[in-house]
């Protein structure tokens, strides 16, 4: 069946570091693929999107590339603030449209 | 108000007790999905809805009962829960259930069962 697979965290960095954060995804047909974030105490927010292939999404100073040729949706950020500490959650959404998750990790940006 | 909201946002239960979550969609939606988040665990789906009809249930105990009286509400009726249950309750809703649709989430229901 589908799947999504992210790094291991937390993630640990200093105020202006670049920030990669893995995802890959096992999938028939040609999902859609999603970031969500998650602040302490909240509910899951969009981050961004990509529908196709080659496709990018971004927000917030934040990227992530659909690269079909190696089921990777990798995120980045160049430059992370304090407010960027939180979980995120790599998604695919299939043929059947069912959301399915990765197992999140936590970013920990220190001033 | 506006995107989705839940009530209550903590819930502290029995296990005899008799309790029901409340999520309200202002997005005009026609999906709308529970989910439970455990510590440790990746997001689980419940139940999915679609046009206020049940059109998924993964395998959930029936001491968790959905209701969707309309296209913008749903109900989650808990009874003689277990601990194991305690976990953060999130209801989210789409555009439609194609995949290219996001899901909006709620602000969750932090359920602990004493």
């Known amino acids: 069946g589908d799947s999504v697979t992210q790094m291991e965290g937390p993630v640990t960095l200093s105020e202006e570091a670049f920030l990669t954060i893995n995802c890959t995804y096992t999938a028939t047909g040609y999902p859609s693929l999603f970031w969500y974030v998650q602040y302490p105490g909240e509910g899951l927010q969009l981050l961004l999107k990509a529908t196709k292939a080659d496709d990018k999404g971004s927000n917030k100073g934040f990227e992530a590339t659909y690269r079909k040729e190696t089921t990777s949706f990798h995120l980045e950020k160049g430059s992370v603030q304090v407010s960027d500490s939180a979980v995120y959650f790599c998604a695919l959404s299939g043929d059947t449209g069912k959301l399915i998750f990765g197992q999140g990790t936590t970013l920990q940006v220190k001033p | 108000e506006t995107g989705v909201t839940q009530t209550p946002r903590h819930l502290v239960m029995g296990m005899t007790n008799k309790k029901s979550l409340k999520c309200e969609q202002h997005?005009?939606?026609?999906?709308m999905y529970w989910y439970k988040q455990s510590a440790k665990k990746p997001l689980e789906l419940m139940f999915v809805?679609?046009?206020?009809?049940?059109?998924e249930n993964n395998s959930v105990p029936s001491r968790f009962s959905p209701e969707c009286p309309n296209s913008s509400h749903l109900f989650l009726h808990l009874h003689t829960l277990q601990p194991e249950d305690s976990a953060l309750y999130l209801c989210?809703?789409?555009?439609?259930?194609?995949?290219?649709?996001?899901?909006?989430f709620g602000p969750g229901t932090r359920l602990t069962v004493t």
């Open positions: 997005l005009g939606h026609n999906a």
């Open positions: 809805y679609s046009l206020e009809e049940r059109v």
């Open positions: 989210a809703s789409s555009q439609d259930r194609s995949r290219v649709y996001e899901q909006y």
